[in-house]
């Protein structure tokens, strides 16, 4: 059965998410990736919506944003982002995802703008709620376009943090918990060294060589001793991704 590239990703992100968690569940994919693993694997995951809704079941009809009415239909709480932001804060966020225009070595995500501080070249839209998600989550994965102009060596400036410069920064700088565990690229899936917390590529997407993925990356890559081939998506995983998502208008090719 075919599938498209964002197909993969979404089932690569559902993947990520274990039964019971609470997720932090975000737009785009990430919107389907929860409800993909909620209607397969992890049924007693529980969503929590930025904009604050929190599901225990799933929306019954289609939904585009997290906003849209069936998303709010018999939802286990409505309330606002004040106290979404406050279950973050409390620790009660198992996993989040968020995604960036740059990403670096350590998981370090840029958000705010390209050049240095003296020499902006390009403003993008800023942090939102991501520099709380990748401060305050359990853990957060991230979902980004694979692009050597996005990863770079170090970041232009550290708009949501990975793991600074290394092992024992979070705890440094005041955050003891969490991190980034996983990336889900265009190319493939990268996660971290627990020691050195740099990122090692650990499979590549069908028809994607480990070499097209070091030419698009702006540093020596590593390179997991075993790299495998990121699992296609099953054939009951893409009918209920195409459920979710009739239109095909985040999934389309």
Not at 73 to 92: C, F, H, N, P, S
Not at 171 to 195: A, H, N, S, W
Not at 223 to 251: C, G, H, S, V
Request: with cysteine; hydrophobic share 40%; glycine share 10%.
């Amino acid at each position: 059965m075919s599938y498209t590239l964002p197909e993969l990703m979404v089932t690569a992100a559902a993947r990520e998410v274990a039964d019971g968690e609470v997720v932090f569940v975000g737009m785009r994919l990430p919107l389907l990736g929860f409800l993909l693993a909620k209607s397969t694997h992890a049924p007693e995951a529980v969503g929590i919506y930025e904009l604050g809704i929190v599901r225990d079941t799933l929306a019954p009809e289609p939904i585009l944003t997290m906003g849209d009415l069936p998303n709010l239909y018999r939802a286990r709480w409505l309330a606002d982002t004040a106290d979404m932001m406050g279950l973050l804060q409390q620790g009660q966020v198992d996993v989040s995802f968020i995604g960036g225009a740059q990403i670096d070595r350590f998981g370090n995500l840029n958000t705010s703008y390209i050049g240095g501080a003296e020499n902006v070249t390009t403003r993008l839209p800023g942090s939102g709620g991501a520099c709380d998600l990748a401060s305050l989550a359990q853990r957060h994965i991230i979902i980004m376009n694979h692009q050597k102009r996005r990863f770079v060596p170090q970041v232009d400036y550290i708009t949501s943090p990975g793991y600074g410069t290394g092992t024992g920064w979070r705890r440094k700088v005041g955050l003891p918990r969490g991190g980034p565990t996983t990336v889900i690229t265009t190319m493939g899936v990268l996660q971290f060294d627990p020691q050195s917390r740099e990122m090692i590529l650990v499979s590549v997407h069908p028809g994607i060589s480990q070499e097209t993925v070091q030419d698009n990356t702006g540093w020596p890559l590593q390179i997991a001793e075993e790299l495998t081939q990121t699992p296609k998506p099953t054939e009951n995983e893409l009918a209920m991704l195409r459920r979710f998502d009739p239109q095909r208008y985040w999934t389309g090719p």
